[in-house]
């Protein structure tokens, strides 16, 4: 037994029955329809069988006397399987049997909760140590309750998957029966609860069937676009081009189409208004349709006549994580043409330095040979397969919302603003989400469901076209990043400069490797304001750097005559013996130890099989480490993706199964991402507003085989939704040099259009 | 406005809307049958997947008034009880992450492997590719046709 100082998770133990509860106003069954893992059917029935009574421990756990437990899921569920996985490291230290558990999804709530968000790889990292504090209490509370009725010390009580045993007289008895006695039972302080050794563990690290898959299987609503409530109306919005404001919106045509309840402009945050973190800095005031049915709209829309005009300079106050910003809007119509010549440019001059070790400038004064290469990449969006939607409800007492939303707390207490209601009257509903990748953590269409809501004093719910979704404006930045190596007269790496900037934000982190490893390192960034708009894209940043960077780190270590594996060791190696400077931020030796699985598992010292061409690439991220080796022949001018093996380190797995099927995901996406993802602008128009133009990857240019292996240690669990997903842009332009004999500086790698620098 | 008389997962049902809606919007809006999904609007995603009679077809651009005599079979209708093949590999192989795109993956294939029940491995990258997954599953759909194939021919 080990036992954890934290935290975390006290608030949840607090018996608190001043809840808000507007969730329970709409009763959408399929909100709670919880179902058991995919369990033999007799089991299943056991299972279903639901209690008389539950005893509630806290706010994650519900046991029934009949012996089955309610767990809740805490954080939105966006395709990384946190309904299952959270929940799974509750069940592992109250010892239940994982057959006897339903989940359920929880909706918003600060009091009961902890950090109800999904995104940054954080929520196994974070969720891990109080859950398993709230699943050890309670267990701890059963034990002291059968403690008393067997009049026994509490420390001779075991427990073994929902029974409490005392070896001694042989008695026994299920959590069911202990239930009701035990939840009144004073809550144990946190250092007399122990936690479950690494060693002990059942159900942590043991493949758990995602509890959904049933449902999505058979079509079960479970997303907020399924809803559909009676006397709801539909909603659609219609947007500026980036750099314009509605002028007018002459709505004679579209107000009189079959269906169409009305239309009108809404302002969704007041000019004055002072941003929280994540508020969409895109368009303001927006024009909407409203109407009766979801195609009547969409053609009434179709029907709107508006014009635009051009904005002027502004700017606005966001709150953000270093405090409040003033964040510039310039006017002015962009183009991705105008964009690569201004970062061409900025890419000569000297940036802001963000790190400097030893004496680089001299390291390449004296050099023999330099090696400089530059990458860039173009703007991304998101994407998700469900379109923006949001369903809203708002009276003059309160707000009740469902939504695919990465990060309600976000956008409370900008709803609350917005609508002029207190923010204990805002219930905002988690419905499972249809991909996130980050555009879902912008609450955006939460406030314009809310407000078209206030407006037209009814439920409606906003739906976007996929056209709205593609050009509304989070999207990820474009980057540039210019590399440069110093090698003396014998081809040592004796200085490393990188310099990186983009639109409207640059991509270097300056404290990761190869920083630490190198004596004279310089790193800069700069970055251009624009007035198209962008947001957090799956690993923001190092969804562009790791590519770029692991891209250089080969090239290098081909002019220096090393091989590709062997030099990052070497780095690697420095970095952990005698680390230059003091603030890096890895591991030297989890980083080289994906390298050697990955070196291991690939085959890397066997020489590559005739028509197979292979690239390397490791990075890290979000707490977690990614080595991965991609194979791929070539079918005439295209690549074929043959096989991906994956080295994973993010300390204890706790789903085994789906972590395999993240990194999958992660991987096929960065394939899909590197090879085709672009979005351009023409005049502040995007040039892509479907998938007819906007290419996706697609089944046959998904790797054949995906070998994933993860690193077994003891260390706390960290995120997997990100670290797969940067290095494989590296893997893949690395293999696609040895293929065609022709290195990839630019993204989109596979593109009709000439080749800038490559 | 017109009437038609729809038959969906075998039983009629009975609509008055603008002959121009697409399939898509009938089942979701007017008969509540949520199953089949919105994703593009312009058959490049197909998560609007559906059953037209024995072929997959893309609801979104699929007019009601085309729609005749024609049984219509959507996720819903595919099996009682979620025991169709090719639902069981979904579950046995695990596939979905966010699991929006499924229904209309599970549609393509079914309606593939009805026609094709042996098929080789291009064979089913040919019928899989108008789908799109957001989240990366490919590799995993491929093995579950491959095992719906599978159960098929062994029951």
Redesign the interface.
């Known amino acids: 037994m080990t036992h954890v100082k934290t935290q975390i998770g006290r608030r949840a133990f607090l018996k608190n029955t001043g809840l808000a509860s507007g969730g329970l106003i709409i009763g959408f069954s399929w909100l709670n329809s919880c179902k058991p893992k995919a369990v033999p059917e007799k089991e299943m029935e056991l299972a279903l069988k639901m209690p008389k009574e539950w005893s509630e421990f806290n706010s994650y756990i519900k046991i029934g006397e009949n012996g089955v437990v309610t767990l809740m899921a805490p954080n939105p569920e966006f395709g990384s399987n946190v309904k299952t996985s959270l929940p799974m490291i509750l069940a592992e230290e109250l010892d239940v049997d994982w057959k006897m558990v339903l989940i359920e999804q929880a909706n918003f709530h600060p009091e009961k909760f902890d950090r109800q968000f999904t995104g940054g790889s954080q929520g196994i990292r974070t969720g891990w140590p109080g859950l398993r504090v709230a699943g050890a209490t309670a267990r701890q509370m059963l034990l002291m309750a059968a403690a008393q009725q067997w009049n026994v010390p509490v420390n001779e009580l075991t427990t073994n998957n929902g029974t409490v045993y005392h070896k001694t007289t042989g008695q026994e008895i299920g959590y069911g029966e202990l239930a009701s006695l035990a939840k009144d039972i004073t809550i144990p302080e946190e250092q007399e609860v122990p936690l479950k050794a690494v060693s002990d563990f059942k159900i942590v690290g043991v493949s758990k069937k995602n509890v959904d898959t049933k449902n999505i299987v058979t079509g079960k609503p479970l997303f907020t676009m399924d809803l559909q409530e009676e006397g709801m109306l539909v909603a659609m919005i219609a947007l500026p081009p980036f750099g314009m404001k509605i002028k007018s919106v002459d709505d004679s045509v579209a107000k009189s189409m079959p269906g169409i309840k009305d239309v009108f402009t809404i302002q969704t945050l007041q000019d004055d208004y002072e941003r929280n973190f994540f508020d969409t800095t895109t368009h303001t005031k927006i024009a909407v349709v409203v109407g009766n049915s979801t195609w009547e709209v969409m053609q009434a829309k179709k029907a709107l006549r508006m014009e635009w005009e051009e904005i002027s300079d502004s700017e606005f106050v966001m709150a953000g994580f270093r405090g409040k910003t003033t964040i510039k809007v310039p006017a002015g119509l962009e183009s991705t043409e105008e964009h690569n010549e201004k970062m061409k440019e900025m890419s000569l001059k000297k940036g802001n330095v963000l790190r400097r070790d030893g004496n680089p400038e001299e390291a390449f004064l004296n050099a023999d040979k330099v090696l400089e290469r530059t990458y860039t990449a173009p703007y991304l969006a998101h994407n998700c397969m469900e379109p923006v939607n949001c369903f809203a409800h708002v009276t003059e007492k309160e707000a009740v919302l469902y939504a695919p939303t990465q990060a309600p707390e976000l956008i409370s207490g900008t709803l609350a603003a917005r609508l002029g209601l207190p923010e204990e009257n805002i219930h905002i509903n988690l419905t499972r989400m249809g991909g996130g990748f980050g555009q879902r953590a912008y609450g955006h269409h939460l406030v314009e469901a809310a407000v078209i809501s206030q407006e037209i004093k009814a439920p409606v719910k906003l739906v976007y076209t996929r056209e709205d979704d593609m050009t509304y404006g989070i999207y990820r930045p474009t980057y540039t990043a210019t590399y440069r190596a110093a090698l003396d007269k014998d081809n040592n790496l004796i200085g490393f400069h990188v310099r990186g900037g983009g639109i409207p934000e640059h991509p270097v982190a300056a404290n990761r490797f190869p920083a630490g490893a190198i004596d004279n390192y310089l790193a800069e960034g700069w970055a251009l304001e624009s007035n198209i708009t962008i947001g957090a894209f799956r690993a923001p940043r190092s969804n562009f750097i790791a590519g770029a960077e692991q891209s250089f780190l080969d090239e290098l270590a081909e002019t220096m005559g090393k091989d590709p594996i062997d030099f990052r060791l070497e780095l690697l190696d420095r970095a952990a013996k005698n680390p230059v400077g003091e603030n890096n931020d890895y591991e030297a030796e989890r980083y080289a130890g994906v390298l050697e699985l990955v070196k291991e598992k690939s085959g890397w010292k066997q020489s590559e099989k005739p028509g197979i061409h292979r690239g390397v690439s490791a990075y890290f991220c979000h707490n977690s480490y990614v080595a991965q080796v991609l194979e791929l022949s070539m079918d005439s001018e295209m690549p074929k993706m043959e096989k991906v093996t994956a080295a994973i380190d993010c300390g204890i797995v706790i789903n085994p199964d789906f972590a395999t099927n993240m990194a999958e995901g992660g991987i096929v996406d960065g394939i899909g991402n590197a090879m085709f993802g672009e979005m351009s602008f023409t005049n502040g128009v995007p040039d892509h507003k479907n998938f007819d133009t906007y290419r996706m990857i697609r089944f046959k240019e998904a790797p054949e085989t995906i070998d994933v292996h993860f690193v077994e240690n003891d260390t706390d669990p960290t995120g997997l939704g990100e670290p797969p997903f940067p290095p494989i842009f590296g893997a893949l332009a690395n293999a696609l040099y040895k293929a065609t004999g022709r290195r990839h500086y630019r993204q989109p790698f596979i593109t009709d259009k000439p080749s800038l620098v490559g | ?1 017109a009437n038609f008389n729809l038959k969906i997962n075998g039983k009629t049902h009975e609509i008055e809307v ?1 002959p121009t ?2 399939m898509l ?1 009938v089942l ?3 008969i ?11 058959a ?2 197909g ?1 609007c997947t559906v059953h037209l009679g024995e072929n997959a077809v893309r609801s979104c651009q699929l007019p009601i008034s085309a729609v005749g005599e024609q049984d219509i079979t ?3 209708g ?1 099996s009682e009880n ?1 025991d169709h093949p090719v ?1 069981k590999a ?2 046995e192989i ?10 209309g993956q ?1 549609m393509t294939a079914s309606a593939f492997l009805k026609k094709n029940p042996n098929p080789s491995d291009e064979e089913i ?1 040919g019928a ?15 093995k579950a046709v491959k095992m719906a194939a599978n159960i098929n021919q062994n029951t």
């Open positions: 406005m603008d809606t697409p919007w979701r809006d007017h509540k049958l949520v199953g089949t999904k919105f994703g593009c609007g312009i490049q995603c998560a959507t996720i819903e595919l979620g639902q979904w579950l695990d596939v979905p992450q966010c699991g929006y795109c499924q229904a599970i990258e899989m590719n108008g789908n799109i997954c957001r989240c990366g599953t490919y590799t995993r759909i491929k």
